[in-house]
């Protein structure tokens, strides 16, 4: 995973630390305890950048593969902007352990989504992946009953299970302006209680027949 990657990074004295896994920085940069003009670099880069150049949407950092790749060398250094498919043969190049994901098609990702850790760290990566990917929606928009319903389809089917759940959310706020919406956190909790309700039914359908 690529927050597992270890980072080494430049200390307030100019001294190279490290290596730190990238959840341990990630950790560090939501305290407070680290800016997002910390330099860093992974073992195979010959030069450091800062997390704003690599991830210029914070909420992605060290979660998703940086929006830059960069390539250095003994002589120079230089950055170079991709996308598409030539973005992902990059990620690929950038680190043996995130080549194995990027080379799964992305509908067999979802299926293979593994249920790790505790449900709270499970919560908290989807809640930060779909904050990095979306324009509309925003940290204080996850308040903690809402943050209370995704615990409830982790509950139901693991981390991809609210991963599904995010994903159907995504879909619906996507086609409505910021502005329309009063109340975001009254707004998803709506939708995760709708969704969750619907999921359970076809979980366990003979269960919901009954009780009907």
């Known amino acids: 995973m690529l927050h597992d990657l270890p980072w080494f990074f430049i200390d307030d004295h100019g001294q190279e630390q490290g290596p730190v896994r990238g959840s341990k920085l990630r950790d560090w940069m939501q305290s407070g305890n680290i800016s997002n003009d910390i330099r860093v670099r992974l073992h195979n880069w010959d030069g450091h950048f800062t997390v704003e150049q690599l991830w210029p949407n914070s909420e992605a950092a060290f ?9 250095t ?69 996850f308040d903690p009953m809402v943050r209370q319903h995704l615990h409830a389809f982790h509950s139901l089917g693991g981390a991809s299970q609210v991963h599904e759940a995010l994903e159907q959310v995504r879909a619906t706020v996507e086609r409505r302006p910021r502005e329309s919406v009063k109340s975001w956190p009254a707004y998803l909790y709506k939708l995760l209680k709708n969704a969750f309700a619907t999921s359970k039914a076809a979980r366990y359908p003979a269960r919901h027949k009954a009780r009907g």
């Open 63 to 71: 979660l998703l593969p940086p929006d830059i790749y960069t390539y």
């Open 73 to 141: 060398s003994s002589s120079s250094t230089s950055v170079q902007r991709l996308d598409g498919p030539e973005f992902e043969s990059t990620v690929i190049a950038l680190e043996p352990i995130i080549a194995s994901s990027a080379k799964v098609p992305p509908e067999e990702k979802k299926q293979a989504r593994p249920a790790v850790g505790t449900a709270k760290a499970d919560v908290e990566r989807e809640i930060a992946l779909i904050l990095a990917t979306s324009p509309v929606l925003r940290r204080a928009d």
